[in-house]
């Protein structure tokens, strides 16, 4: 009995054992030859080169900045490695190129003007790898802004090199290699001159700028303040006391009480003021509620039963406007008209004719983190509040208050439809040669709102930025240029500036009844005429100068990263490639704790101005007259 049990055992023993052998010779056979393998070699990834930006102008807008690292041992494929410097790698490489390893880091030409519509790159983290596992923890990729949203895109191919090594960890001799691949580079449309133009006349307010090309919605520069250096973020140094530095002012960038990577552009939500009274305008006029002779007479209040909803010069000053028709109403920003219309169409017709030129709903910018906005009704009311719409809410619909949010993005295309007949154009930050699916460029439609209708409101902007309007920046100016004898699109093919300013009331009232604000310009113009004489007095000096204006590109490309805020580099790349036939430009100025009136004419105004003055102020005629800016006008 025992030697039954006996072999019974031996039989179990052996019996397990070749089970084992069979499930680890055939089963698993791969996976543990792998295993062996893995300790027999040691593969060493190279660099890889990710795809860069280039400009409007086919300028670079970033470069793969290489960095090197000194190795103890050539010999040894777990050698500690020590940042140098590049000049001392390059003197190592010429002894022995085996001790140098390299990486890229991204250098940014321009890195706050553009950093919130570009980005950064930065290391995977746990999360990152968990939700892409052909990740290694030593790649880098996207983290904000186009490098973020066109990550498959830009992201090239890691070359190796496959060693055999001993059990020390000593290379033997080379198995395999392969070369990596380069990512794809991006054509954009930025003008990263004009978007340092942008960023510089901001100066220390909170906001945003938005330039768009005023026929086809590509955007030339897209800034949002306060920004960050996103230097700081993409490189790193070989020096340890500098390298905890620029580690703590990461650290402040992230931890700002004014959100430093908030875009302001794309993801800030306003009332948008007095701007939006063209949209409560275009309504009443295609809805036959007005014509361009319909008055309304301001006596500086309206009053509806107990309410009292007053203008806002009338506020301010005590003064009235009188009997007032559409034109001068939106030259004057006047509240009483627009209440009136606004009564008059009713907020579902105001809100048709608002979504038809985009506000609502994102505009399909491709950097992503894009807000909708909101454009409140009473079916809106009553279902997210759960309160009636009142009178009330009408009027401050119709003059851009109340519930009603949108995005300076937003607002941009709005005018650009406006000012463009009427065809309204999707945003975008990529070239139309760029062809991958991603690109929004030509995609655009008309409206479908009359002619006639479009040239009454332009009008009205067009006196809104002429003495008298309340757009006093451009007053000058303006005198120059117009002719009013031309249509509204000739006067702003020809150079004449048409705006729209707002000051945006929001939050609660202060112990004096007042409520902070948001100051809004928006401005369009053609610039044809203007850059014609940009050339022209660029042929002057050069025939004067004897100086070759056209340079070679590798010439220019090193003029460019010397001194990236070159009025003269602009001039000649926009001679030489061109530039849009006309321009939107958006400045919003936020309330802030030292200024909480932010105004239309008086804070953002001036930016604008700035922005165009920059570009044209030394060809555009001395003026004759001085006129006279009434303080009154710059309360929108």
Not at 105 to 111: A, G, N, S, W
Not at 202 to 211: Q, T
Not at 603 to 623: R, T, Y
């Amino acid at each position: 009995m025992k030697q039954k049990f006996v072999y019974a055992v031996v039989a179990f023993i052996f019996s397990g054992l070749l089970f084992r052998l069979i499930d680890t010779q055939i089963f698993q056979g791969k996976v543990f030859a792998d295993l062996a393998d893995r300790n027999r070699t040691y593969t060493v990834f190279e660099p890889e080169q990710r795809g860069v930006f280039l400009d409007r102008y086919d300028q670079p807008l970033v470069f793969n900045k290489p960095v090197y690292f000194k190795l103890d041992s050539s010999e040894s494929l777990y050698s500690e490695k020590t940042r140098i410097d590049r000049d001392e790698a390059l003197e190592i490489m010429t002894y022995n190129p085996d001790l140098i390893r390299m990486d890229y880091e991204r250098e940014y030409r321009y890195p706050q003007a553009l950093a919130h519509i570009l980005g950064y790159v930065g290391r995977v983290t746990a999360d990152d790898l968990l939700a892409d596992s052909s990740l290694r923890i030593s790649d880098k990729i996207g983290k904000m802004g186009l490098e973020l949203q066109l990550q498959d895109y830009l992201q090239g191919m890691s070359g190796f090199k496959k060693f055999e090594i001993n059990a020390m960890g000593v290379k033997q001799h080379l198995i395999a290699e392969e070369p990596g691949k380069s990512g794809n580079s991006v054509s954009t449309t930025l003008d990263p001159f004009l978007s340092q133009a942008a960023l510089a006349a901001m100066g220390d307010k909170l906001g945003s700028v938005v330039i768009l090309d005023g026929e086809t919605g590509e955007v030339l520069a897209l800034v949002s303040t306060p920004t960050f250096d996103v230097s700081y973020l993409s490189e790193t140094t070989s020096s340890q006391n500098t390298e905890l530095e620029r580690v703590k002012t990461v650290q402040s960038f992230f931890s700002h009480p004014q959100k430093l990577f908030f875009n302001r552009s794309i993801s800030g939500a306003y009332p948008p003021g007095s701007v939006f009274k063209l949209i409560t305008a275009l309504s009443g006029l295609e809805n036959q509620k007005i014509t361009k002779d319909t008055t309304v007479l301001d006596e500086g209040v309206l009053k509806v039963g107990e309410y009292s909803y007053a203008n806002w010069y009338f506020t301010q000053f005590g003064r009235k406007e009188g009997d007032i028709s559409l034109q001068r109403a939106i030259s004057r920003s006047n509240d009483i008209y627009f209440y009136k219309v606004a009564e008059w169409v009713g907020p579902e017709k105001i809100k048709e004719m608002a979504e038809l030129f985009g506000l609502g709903k994102k505009t399909g910018l491709q950097i992503g983190s894009e807000i909708e906005g909101l454009l409140p009704d009473p079916e809106w009311k009553q279902q997210v509040l759960g309160e009636r719409w009142f009178l009330g809410n009408t009027y401050h619909f119709g003059i851009g208050q109340g519930d009603l949010l949108v995005s300076p993005i937003q607002v941009a295309q709005m005018i650009q439809a406006i000012t463009n007949k009427g065809t309204l154009c999707t945003p975008s930050v990529l070239s139309s040669n760029f062809q991958t699916g991603y690109s929004q460029t030509g995609r655009c439609g008309e409206v479908g709102v009359m002619q006639e209708n479009l040239e009454l409101i332009i009008k009205g902007m067009l006196d809104a930025c002429s003495s008298g309007g309340t757009g006093f920046p451009f007053f000058p100016y303006n005198s120059q240029v117009r002719n009013t004898q031309l249509s509204a699109y000739e006067e702003i093919d020809a150079g004449a500036v048409a705006c729209k300013t707002g000051t945006s009331e929001f939050g609660a009232s202060d112990a004096r009844g007042y409520r902070k604000t948001h100051g809004w310009f928006v401005a369009s113009f053609g610039t044809t005429q203007l850059i014609e004489k940009v050339k022209a007095k660029e042929s002057y000096l050069t025939a004067s100068s004897g100086v070759v204006t056209d340079s070679d590109t590798a010439t220019q490309s090193a003029e460019l990263f010397e001194d990236k805020t070159n009025k003269e580099l602009w001039t000649k790349n926009i001679i030489q490639h061109g530039f849009p036939k006309k321009l939107v430009i958006v400045a919003l100025v936020e309330s802030d704790e030292v200024n909480p009136y932010r105004e239309g004419s008086k804070d953002a105004g001036p930016v604008v101005k700035e922005i165009f003055d920059w570009m044209f102020a030394d060809v555009v005629s001395s003026l004759s007259e001085e006129i006279e800016v009434i303080p009154d006008y710059s309360r929108e």
